[in-house]
């Protein structure tokens, strides 16, 4: 049974995060670099604690998962929720497969990919994404030209390859962070 | 270095009239932030309570962990250029180096955080503290720690692009 799952799944930091109140205006400057659904968030409060970071990073964050045009939102989303898997990021998956969800309306799809793993049943683009995703992530070191062929086989354009490329970085960030300052706290068994 | 430079096409020799450079401008903010949280990490003009000589070191030690040659070389010219040579040696060492002092907890910290975060724990964090490290440094330092995985998969998306294109 997998440990992954796409409910809402809690994040305690270890770190106290700042308090939106009392924040300096250099650390609600770098927090409205953020994306604005999550600006209040007691991850992007706690990363407020260096506010010069934050508005760098929250800048790139927002960049890479929303900027117009390019690869589908959606698609950023399965590689981001891919990434967090092969990492064991059990907060980052819960939120990035609940977004694939959303966009797509197919949960089943990420459902099965949460319970049954890569090798579960999915589309040519989809497979290739993930594929990608997987050895990007594990072994940035051995990635070559050609393994960017399954992506062009499946149609992706330079700009969403770049995407692609973005999004994954993203999340060797992402997962790290959120594994270390601060803890997944997972829904009670039903 | 002036501010117009960009690591990534100074490690890639990303030529500016090169197809990447034009791909890559269709995504400027991503270049601009991706070089300006180096920046901030790396190189920040307020160091804060985390010097850049032990900037440098950590993100040396993630460069050598992600086995990332150039990317290493060049933090390691930065570390010369700020640290000491104990700190030079100690950032290399595999493992890292025992001990409780401030220097061996920070490259275990980046261990951890690099290799294993899952392994992370409340004990961890408060050991930095223990040792003087404010909250803002704690995630000053762990957020570049995590930062150069990130470096490394661009670099190796962006190369691996490169490769395609003169294939």
């Known amino acids: 049974m997998s440990h992954f799952t796409m409910e809402t799944v809690g994040w305690e930091p270890r770190i106290p995060p700042v308090d939106a109140e009392t924040a300096t205006p250099q650390q609600l400057a770098a927090l409205e670099a953020c994306p604005p659904a999550q600006r209040r968030s007691t991850y992007f409060l706690t990363l407020a604690n260096d506010p010069g970071s934050l508005g760098e990073r929250g800048a790139l964050f927002n960049a890479v998962m929303y900027a117009p045009r390019g690869l589908p939102r959606a698609e950023r989303e399965l590689a981001t929720a891919a990434v967090s898997i092969v990492n064991g990021c059990i907060y980052c998956t819960s939120v990035h497969a609940r977004r694939f969800a959303d966009l797509t309306k197919e949960p089943e799809v990420m459902q099965r990919l949460l319970d049954e793993g890569f090798g579960t049943e999915l589309s040519p683009r989809r497979r290739a994404i993930v594929e990608f995703s997987a050895k990007l992530t594990a072994t940035p070191g051995e990635l070559s030209g050609p393994d960017l062929k399954p992506l062009r086989e499946a149609g992706l354009t330079d700009l969403e390859v770049l995407d692609l490329i973005h999004s994954i970085a993203m999340f060797a960030n992402a997962n790290r962070l959120m594994q270390s300052l601060g803890k997944s706290v997972p829904p009670p068994p039903e | ?167």
């Not at chain 2, 920046?39 to 003009?45: K, M």
């Not at chain 2, 460069?63 to 000491?84: C, K, N, P, T, V």
């Not at chain 2, 060492?93 to 980046?110: K, V």
């Not at chain 2, 957020?143 to 003169?166: C, D, K, M, N």
């Open chain 2, 1 to 167: 270095m002036a501010d117009t430079e960009d690591l990534a096409e100074r490690l890639l020799g990303i030529a500016p009239d090169s197809p990447l450079a034009a791909l890559r401008a269709e995504r400027a903010s991503i270049r601009q932030h991706s070089e300006g949280a180096y920046r901030e990490l790396v190189l920040p003009a307020e160091p804060g309570g985390v010097s850049l000589a032990e900037r440098a070191a950590l993100a040396l030690r993630v460069a050598l962990i992600e086995r990332h040659e150039d990317l290493a070389a060049h933090f390691r010219a930065l570390l010369e250029q700020h640290g000491d040579a104990a700190l030079l040696a100690a950032a290399q060492r595999f493992p890292a180096p025992a001990g409780a002092d401030r220097t061996a907890l920070l490259l275990r910290y980046a261990d951890m955080v690099a290799v294993q975060p899952e392994c992370c724990g409340q004990e961890d964090i408060d050991t930095l503290a223990a040792q003087g490290l404010s909250p803002q440094d704690i995630v000053a330092v762990t957020q570049l720690i995590a930062f150069v995985p990130y470096q490394t998969r661009l670099l190796a998306g962006l190369r691996a692009l490169q490769e395609e294109a003169s294939a």
